[in-house]
């Protein structure tokens, strides 16, 4: 038994590693391109340090290289939405953490995409703790380290126009979302928010946008409507079943 333990705990700890190194990969782009959105270092890395959630940093940077300051509000208002889907893996993630309010406190913190997949993805409470924290440890520490990275490259190179940065926050953006676009309902409600965005962009002011985009993915994500036309999903054989 303590065998199986051990091969659990060892393979959880591998999923985090390559997960968390893998994700903090992206922190070198957030960095620069921060940078060339008007943030300075300090800021850039505080963001990282403080934030510390990809899509709503890349989200939050995208709107101020295109609005500048004036766009702050709106850029916070879309970072917000989507920093929502980090309470809603509170949800899910809160039985694995367990222990006292301060652990939990901790959790919260570090609670994003990456933490919840490694965890929920393993087969024993105690190897889903594992996960947890280690793809956590890994995450932040490279995140972190790769936005002063970033930062630090970012404000090198100068002028970001003249060298094509002015426009990368939202190719980057959609670099990250790219994987996750394998199912139809995700398709459309990806399809639907890009379709409003890129209707409304000439007409109303930098960032809002993407906050009627924000709406019309929540309702079109809501009433879930394409799920009927999803495959069913096939269950896998566990090894030795």
């Known amino acids: 038994m303590s065998g199986v333990r ?4 060892s393979a959880a700890v591998r999923a985090g590693l390559a997960v ?3 994700a903090a990969a992206y922190g070198v782009s957030y960095g620069a391109l921060a940078v060339a959105a008007g943030l300075d270092v300090w800021q850039t890395c505080v963001m990282s340090l403080l934030m510390f959630t990809g899509g709503s940093q890349f989200a939050f940077i995208g709107v101020i ?11 916070i208002a879309s970072a917000a939405i989507l920093g929502i889907r980090n309470g809603i893996y509170g949800v899910r993630v809160a039985p694995i953490i367990g222990g006292p309010w301060w652990k939990k406190v901790a959790a919260a913190w570090v609670t994003i995409d990456e933490t919840t997949a490694v965890s929920t993805n393993q087969p024993t409470k105690r190897s889903q703790r594992i996960g947890f924290w280690t793809t956590a440890a890994a995450t932040f520490v490279g995140w972190n380290l790769t936005s002063l990275v970033g930062a630090l490259i970012g404000d090198a190179l100068g002028d970001p126009r003249a060298w094509g940065l002015d426009a990368a926050a939202a190719a980057a953006f959609v670099g990250l979302l790219w994987p996750r676009l394998r199912q139809v309902q995700t398709i459309a409600v990806a399809s639907a928010a890009a379709v409003v965005a890129i209707v409304l962009t ?5 960032g809002l946008p993407v906050l009627v985009a924000g709406v019309v993915a929540v309702v079109v994500g809501g009433f879930n409507w394409f799920a009927n036309s999803e495959p069913p999903l096939v269950p896998l054989e566990r090894e030795g079943a």
């Open 20 to 22: 968390g190194f893998a």
């Open 65 to 75: 290289a295109t609005g500048g300051v004036a766009a702050g509000p709106t850029a």
């Open 202 to 206: 000439p007409v109303l002011l930098p």
């Open 6 to 9: 051990s091969r659990e705990g």
